[in-house]
């Protein structure tokens, strides 16, 4: 009857969205009566270190499944490896995160274990029901999963991330036993990295749209404010199709969902499918020459005018406040 | 020849405002604008360029496949004018959620042999992502999910995909025949033209009830209700940067 919380990690680096699973998982342990979250870490370099520091967070026990074929993330591959464990342990829930890696294998999971999934999942309710969003999160779904496993992919943002508890859970290892997958080969991975903080990992978001102009003036006009204020950059769908921007800057129901501190909008009209991404962000600024754009609306503190001229003044007053 | 099989869903128009019905469970579907999951739109797109590159080399035969009330005939005549092959149309006047639809996808898998089966990565009404992974688990072929760039190998062997992933992007191989899903950047769909409008109108469309199918048609997913989310309450304007400082310093605690 356990659950097993699976935790992504990078080499062994966690970031704070892992902690919402676990956040998640605990929840439903308390909500929907799991006696046990498991903890589960897949891969190879680093998996050990992570776990040691996920057994801190009030999981009841941490198991590792660390094998050279799951140094590079394959889809089959891991889909296997966390069927092996759910088995092994009897479980009959499965949660990871709505994340690329997330998105991509637990389904296929699902259909291995013979369950059903329910995705993106924002709350956790009594009775094995969950709260998610559909149509761009314009319409909120309880939702009941028929199957007698159960596998959920939650959003990171909708759970604080779990906090260190004074226990430490138990780590054990497990070898696989299924043979690694040949169907599907790891090519090569191209990191986007800057400096900065990751989109869904920061306090802040300062996010452009196309009114930027061109991919020279989003860095010039946006830089120095994300960086007065430590934010990640973000992007409009628009902005990035038209090149300013790379892909997973991109924040909206296809792209980054985000709900940071402060979430300030530069020339980003609001489609829907971009409000998707940034609604729940605590406090949004909106900075637009149109006064009826829906970003405008949406925002808590909307300012009218050219946001060439208004950004760079932003960045000076905001400096003035900072050093008085 | 070869087949390339794209399983699309017609859903509301992504501007259409969604209005919950009586029933509490479902959509208002009065008045709504149907369209092609702009995602699959993409697939249809993807899988006429791989044939458009192979003309003269290999022969390919382009599938589409739907599965829902026999209305959505408009939709797979939309994807025949942008030059599929042929159509596919199981008609169910019942929920089809990502479960039995990759059921169903699944079944004409099996009867069709594609080598590849393309499809949008998510549908923008359930926006469940799940149907194509739920294929390839089904039927244990590779899966490229999120796909930003595909490209076949002349002897129909392998595909190599760019992936968008967290963080940038990842390039795998998987052997054919393999499931790929598509993202917003792979391609930009073309508009049919009014001979391929015509021509479309004689190309052969098949309707399958799902109940000749050996497909189980129960949802797995069960939806309790259906409400709409909080409304935000109302915004300031305000009229100069300072303004705007002072209240995030003050007001908003945020700076």
């Known amino acids: ?324 | 020849m070869h087949k390339i099989l794209v399983p699309i869903k017609r859903v509301p128009d992504y501007a259409t405002k969604i209005k919950i019905a009586p029933d509490s469970k479902s959509i208002q579907t009065d008045g709504i604008k149907w369209i092609i999951n702009p995602f699959d739109e993409i697939a249809v797109e993807e899988a006429l360029r791989i044939k458009e590159t192979f003309v003269g080399k290999q022969e390919i035969e382009i599938i589409v496949l739907s599965i829902g009330p026999e209305a959505l005939g408009e939709q797979i005549r939309s994807a025949l004018a942008m030059g599929a092959d042929r159509g596919i149309l199981v008609s169910s006047d019942g929920l089809i959620d990502s479960s039995v639809a990759a059921l169903v996808i699944s079944e004409f898998v099996g009867k069709e042999s594609p080598m590849l089966v393309i499809m949008g990565k998510q549908a923008i009404d359930s926006d469940s992502s799940q149907t194509g992974q739920l294929v390839a688990g089904q039927l244990d072929l590779p899966q490229a999910t999120f796909a930003s760039k595909v490209t076949v190998s002349d002897t129909w062997d392998k595909a190599t995909v760019v992936r968008e992933v967290d963080g940038g992007l990842e390039t795998i191989g998987v052997s054919l025949p393999a499931v790929i899903t598509t993202d917003l950047r792979l391609n930009e769909p073309r508009y049919p033209s009014l001979p391929n409008i015509v021509k479309a109108k004689k190309k052969p469309l098949d309707i399958i009830p799902i109940s000749s199918l050996s497909v189980d048609a129960t949802p797995g997913l069960e939806i309790v209700s259906l409400e709409l989310p909080a409304a935000k309450k109302a915004g300031i304007r305000v009229q100069s940067v300072a303004e705007l400082v002072e209240k995030l310093n003050k007001d908003a605690k945020v700076i």
């Not at chain 1, 196309?210 to 902005?239: C, M, T, W, Y």
């Open chain 1, 1 to 324: 009857m356990s659950l097993i919380c699976y935790v992504e990690h990078s080499n062994g680096k966690l970031s704070k969205t892992a902690f919402s699973t676990i956040s998640a998982a605990l929840q439903m342990k308390a909500v929907q009566g799991y006696p046990k979250v498991i903890a589960c870490l897949i891969g190879s370099d680093g998996v050990a270190s992570a776990a040691e520091i996920v057994s801190e967070y009030g999981v009841d026990e941490v198991v590792t499944v660390s094998d050279s074929s799951l140094q590079n993330y394959l889809a089959a591959n891991y889909a296997a490896a966390l069927k092996e464990i759910v088995e092994k342990f009897g479980a009959k829930g499965v949660v990871g995160l709505s994340s690329a890696q997330g998105k991509d294998f637990f389904p296929r999971l699902a259909k291995l274990l013979g369950g059903v999934q329910a995705s993106d999942c924002l709350q956790v309710l009594p009775g094995g029901e969950f709260k998610r969003p559909m149509f761009a999160g314009n319409i909120v779904a309880t939702v009941r999963l028929t199957s007698e496993i159960k596998v959920i992919t939650v959003r990171a943002t909708a759970f604080e991330p779990a906090l260190k508890v004074s226990s430490k859970a138990s780590v054990t290892s497990h070898s696989i036993s299924f043979t690694p997958d040949t169907k599907a080969e790891f090519i090569a991975y191209e990191s986007s990295k800057s400096e900065r903080p990751e989109l869904t990992e920061a306090e802040v978001i300062v996010s452009g749209g196309r009114a930027l102009k061109s991919a020279e003036s989003f860095q010039s006009v946006l830089s120095p404010l994300a960086d007065l204020l430590n934010a990640a950059i973000g992007a409009s769908r628009a902005a990035v199709d038209s090149g300013y921007a790379p892909n997973d800057w991109q924040v909206g129901q296809t792209g980054k969902v985000v709900a940071p501190k402060l979430y300030i909008a530069v020339g980003i009209s609001g489609a829907i499918q971009h409000l998707a991404g940034m609604k729940d962000s605590k406090v949004i600024v909106a900075i637009n020459k149109d006064p009826e754009a829906p970003m405008m609306e949406m925002a808590d503190y909307s300012l009218v005018g050219d946001l060439f001229k208004i950004v760079p003044e932003l960045v000076e007053a905001i400096k003035a406040v900072k050093s008085s």
